[in-house]
C-alpha cells in the first residue's frame, strides 16, 4: 500500500477549505516517453517547486514529476505558519551542535523565512500572507519557558520581534480557558499553503521548468547519468532531487530509515462572524506547548482552521471526531458550531525534529523529514539543493551535519515504538506533568 493513494482521488486535491478557496492552474500533461534533463525533480510540493524555481533560473533543464497535482501533499494542507528558527529551538541545538552551529542554524531558519516573504512579494503569489506566530500553553510552567526562550532569543541572537504576554493580555488576544499566557513572533507569518504552492508552481514553470503531474515515480536508478521511471516514461538526468518528504515510501530507504510518516489533520468551522472574537481577537496564528500540538487560526472568511491529533499508518481515522475533541477541549464555548470541512495529510518527522538532508548517492539530493515546520524550511531546502547542484554547498552542507538519526528498528518497528511514544506524551499533556 502508499500513503499516496490511500485517502485521496488520483490527481486530486483533497476536499479541504484550501483547496475550495484555491485558484488551481490547469494540469500539467503526464509524462509519456523518456525525456532528458540536467536535473529530474520528483515531488511537486514546496521543495520540489522550489528547486525547480531556483535551477530553471539559473538556467537548467528541469523536470519535475508529481504524482497528483502539485501542492498535493502536506504543502497544500498544513497549518499555514511560516515560523522562525528551526523546529527544534536554539537552546537544543545549542546542545546538540555547540553555540557556533547553532547560531548558524538560526542564520539558515531566518534565510528560509526571508526567502519564502521574498518569492511571494516577487512572484506576485496571492496566498493570504499576514504577520504573526504565537506559541501558547496551558501550565504555568510551560508559560514560563516560552517567556524564557523569549528572552534567550533576545540576548543571544538580538531576535526582538517577540511580545511576551501573561495570563490577562493572552486573554485579549485568544479567550480560550485552556492557556495560561504565550509569545507572539511578529516576523513570523501565516498563509494560504496551497496558494502558496500553486503560485510556486506559476512561478517554476514561467522560469522554464518543466512539470508532469499524473506521473508517480516508482523507481530511482543511480548512475553516470541518472534514470528516474514512472509507469509510462522515464527521465534521464545528471542530477536527481528527492523532494518527497513523507510520501516518498520506499523510493530511497537509507531516507525512509531516518523520516518517517505521520498523518495530521484540520478542520474548518462554518464562518463564525461576530463569534470569531471567542477564538482570536488579532489575526495572528497559535500553536500551543502540548507534545502533539494544536494549532489554530481564523480564515479570511472567519473561520476557525483547526488543527491536531496525528495517526500512524496508511489509512485515515474519523477527522471530524479526531480534531474536534482537542478544538473542544480549547474553546468549550464551539460545541454548537457547525465544522464544514475535514482533511489530513501526511509530512515526514525526524527522532531529533531536524529536517533531514543527504546525499543518499552520487548525483542525488534528498530533502524532507521537517517535522511540522516546513513551509520555509522547505522552500530553503528546495533552493539549497538547486545551489548545491552549481557546486555552492556551503548551505546544503550545514543542514546535512545536523544529526538526524535513524528510527529504531527501520521500518518494521519504528511506526509502533513511535505510537507508543506518542501516547506517553498525549498522556503527560493531559495530566500536566
Not at 500500500?1 to 485521496?8: A, K, Q, T, V
Not at 468549550?332 to 538532508?357: C, E, F, K, N
Request: hydrophobic share 40%; with cysteine.
Amino acid at each position: 500500500m502508499d500513503l499516496l493513494f490511500s485517502n485521496d482521488r488520483r490527481g486530486e486535491y483533497p476536499e479541504s477549505w484550501y483547496a475550495a478557496t484555491a485558484e488551481p492552474l490547469a494540469p500539467f500533461p503526464a509524462l509519456e516517453g523518456e525525456t532528458r534533463a540536467d536535473v529530474a525533480v520528483v515531488g511537486g510540493g514546496y521543495t520540489g517547486l522550489s528547486a525547480a524555481l531556483h535551477l530553471a533560473e539559473a538556467g537548467r533543464r528541469v523536470v519535475l514529476l508529481e504524482a497528483h497535482r502539485v501542492g498535493f501533499g502536506a504543502s497544500g494542507r498544513n497549518g499555514g505558519q511560516l515560523g522562525s528558527g528551526q523546529r527544534a529551538d536554539q537552546v537544543k541545538l545549542e546542545k546538540m551542535v555547540g553555540a557556533e552551529d547553532a547560531r548558524r542554524l538560526w542564520d539558515l531558519a531566518e534565510d528560509a523565512k526571508r526567502l519564502a516573504k521574498d518569492l511571494i512579494a516577487r512572484h506576485d503569489i496571492d496566498c493570504h500572507l499576514r504577520p504573526g506566530v504565537a506559541w501558547t500553553a496551558s501550565s504555568e510552567s510551560d508559560v514560563r519557558e516560552l517567556h524564557d526562550y523569549a528572552e534567550h532569543l533576545l540576548r543571544h541572537y538580538g531576535y526582538d520581534a517577540l511580545e511576551v504576554h501573561d495570563a490577562a493580555s493572552w486573554a485579549s488576544i485568544c479567550p480560550s480557558p485552556d492557556y495560561r499566557g504565550g509569545i507572539v513572533d511578529m516576523d513570523a507569518a501565516h498563509l494560504h499553503p496551497l496558494r502558496l504552492a500553486i503560485g510556486l508552481a506559476r512561478a517554476a514553470w514561467d522560469a522554464g521548468a518543466v512539470i508532469h503531474e499524473q506521473s508517480h515515480v516508482t523507481g530511482v536508478e543511480p548512475g553516470s547519468p541518472n534514470v528516474v521511471t514512472t509507469g509510462v516514461g522515464r527521465v534521464v538526468a545528471d542530477h536527481v532531487i528527492l523532494a518527497g518528504n513523507g510520501y516518498l515510501g520506499g523510493l530511497q530507504p537509507e531516507v525512509s530509515r531516518s523520516v518517517m510518516p505521520i498523518n495530521n489533520f484540520i478542520v474548518a468551522t462554518e464562518p463564525l462572524g461576530s463569534r470569531a472574537a471567542e477564538v482570536l481577537t488579532r489575526d495572528i496564528a497559535v500553536a500551543d506547548a502540548r507534545f502533539v500540538v494544536n494549532y489554530f487560526r481564523l480564515s479570511q472568511d472567519g473561520r476557525l482552521l483547526f488543527g491536531g491529533g496525528e495517526s500512524y499508518g496508511y489509512r485515515f481515522p474519523d477527522i471530524r471526531k479526531t480534531v474536534s475533541k482537542p478544538m473542544l477541549e480549547v474553546f468549550p464555548s464551539l460545541q454548537d458550531v457547525r465544522l464544514d470541512y475535514a482533511w489530513g495529510g501526511t509530512l515526514g518527522i525526524t527522532r531529533s525534529r531536524m529536517p533531514h538532508l543527504a546525499r543518499p548517492a552520487p548525483g542525488i539530493l534528498s530533502a524532507g523529514g521537517y517535522s511540522g515546520h516546513g513551509v520555509g524550511t522547505a522552500i530553503h531546502a528546495g533552493q539549497l539543493m538547486a545551489r548545491a547542484v552549481a557546486g555552492e554547498t556551503d548551505g546544503f552542507d550545514a543542514m546535512a551535519a545536523v544529526p538526524t538519526p535513524a528510527f529504531p528498528g527501520g521500518g518494521a518497528l519504528r511506526t509502533p515504538l513511535l505510537a507508543l511514544a506518542m501516547s506517553w506524551f498525549a498522556l503527560r499533556d493531559k495530566l500536566g506533568i
